[in-house]
């Protein structure tokens, strides 16, 4: 019989029923170590009390209104977003997934109305994760994902990862007269926690200017402070013309964002997109309060701080445990161990040692953790993976 939840996760046999900072408590009421934060979500930890409150005085007010009125919480983050960001508008989703789709039909309707509508091929690469609806998978491309789903939107072209300083052959040679745009994560993270080196992107970038295309960021995962600047991008000095981004911008409330260039945006008329939810006044609420620490330069600068500590940690981890780990790889606190074992084995160890990581592609544990986690819970969290690497190298 199908279970009364449809069976397309393999869910680990943990139930938390709370949660505090980065500490979650399990329904057994053991306490576990969060690495994860819902998968780059609670950015700011668990029932931080600004985010509450935001959350609560919100709901108290009003919840929902409807697109087809002013949404005055709506406007406050919108303006947050452009102003500390490259982008001049943005449209709020509830998710990462819609705000793919909104970024393919940006980039198509741009070149439409700019009287190419041949134009609407975009470039991706291997290893992508751009979530699941039909054009999601289809821009990312992976067998996993699009077998039996099709017939899959079409107009992606799937290059190899660009994973070094130079390699812009491939994409060079895959720009044509039909190309609207390349969209690629500036770290995967489903992926397995692959960064771009900041001259890959820089070199896209070019390639873009080079050829008038658009480029597509999809920070989904490595925004929202995650790697020590409010996005990854800004590393390499580059500007998008399209940003995808969701999971951390709600710190746990459903929202993502689609941020744009007016020119990108330029064929997004009245009519042309909507959403239900999106933009609500209760995201919005708790998205404003998200900003006001993320976007804030000394929260930055700790989330940097942190990460060179923990990235240090994280090295002596492995010259200790080199039959367990071989590489930490990424930025900021979006950093993934290279296993030796099956990353599976190395993430139900750290159950076993109430520590939570999440497993990626290319046999990588990713850690993830809250952007606020303290110093003390990174000492704690080391002690926790000495003991997984211990528990899985005999
Ligand atoms: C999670 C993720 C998505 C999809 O977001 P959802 O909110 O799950 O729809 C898209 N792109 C990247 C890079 C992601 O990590």
Not at 176 to 202: F, N, S, V, W
Not at 329 to 350: E, F, H, I, T, W
Not at 359 to 377: F, G, H, K, Q, S
Request: proline share 6%; charged share 20%; with cysteine.
């Amino acid at each position: 019989m199908i279970p009364s939840i449809l069976p397309t996760y393999n869910r680990a046999p943990l139930t938390f029923v709370k949660g505090s900072g980065s500490w979650l408590t399990h329904a057994d009421g053991r306490r576990f170590l969060d690495l994860g934060a819902g998968i780059a979500v609670n950015v700011l930890g668990h029932a931080h009390p600004g985010l509450t409150k935001a959350l609560t005085d919100q709901a108290q007010a009003l919840w929902h209104v409807s697109n087809l009125y002013q949404i005055p919480q709506q406007q406050d983050l919108a303006d947050r977003l452009v102003a500390n960001t490259f982008a001049d508008t943005v449209f709020f989703t509830n998710s990462g997934t819609e705000a793919c789709e909104l970024s393919v039909k940006m980039a198509r309707k741009y070149w439409h109305d700019k009287g190419q509508p041949k134009r609407t091929d975009i470039i991706t690469y291997d290893g992508s994760f751009h979530g699941r609806s039909s054009a999601g998978i289809s821009a990312a491309g992976s067998e996993k994902m699009t077998q039996g789903f099709g017939p899959l939107l079409p107009g992606f072209t799937h290059l190899p990862w660009p994973g070094s300083d130079t390699d812009h052959d491939a994409t060079a040679a895959a720009i044509t007269d039909k190309t609207a745009a390349i969209l690629i994560e500036p770290i995967q993270g489903e992926g397995g926690i692959r960064p771009l080196p900041d001259q890959c992107l820089k070199g896209l970038r070019d390639l873009c200017d080079e050829h008038n295309i658009l480029l597509i960021l999809d920070e989904v995962q490595c925004g929202m402070g995650r790697t020590g600047r409010l996005f990854a991008h800004e590393w390499a000095g580059i500007e998008p013309d399209i940003m995808m981004v969701a999971k951390g911008i709600g710190g746990g409330f459903p929202l993502g964002a689609v941020l744009a260039t007016e020119r990108a945006a330029s064929g997004m008329t009245p009519g042309t997109h909507g959403s239900t939810y999106g933009g609500n006044p209760l995201g919005c609420a708790v998205g404003c309060a998200v900003m006001d620490h993320v976007a804030n330069p000394d929260f930055l600068s700790e989330v940097n701080r942190k990460a060179a500590l923990l990235r240090q940690k994280l090295e002596g981890l492995i010259a200790t445990h080199p039959t367990v780990f071989t590489e930490v790889r990424g930025s900021g606190l979006m950093l993934g161990l290279k296993c030796v074992p099956p990353n599976l084995d190395v993430v139900n160890a750290g159950y076993d040692n109430n520590l939570i990581t999440i497993p990626a592609a290319d046999n990588v544990i990713r850690l993830l953790p809250a952007l606020n986690i303290t110093d003390e819970d990174i000492t704690e969290a080391l002690i926790r993976l000495e003991r997984t690497a211990s528990q899985v190298a005999t």
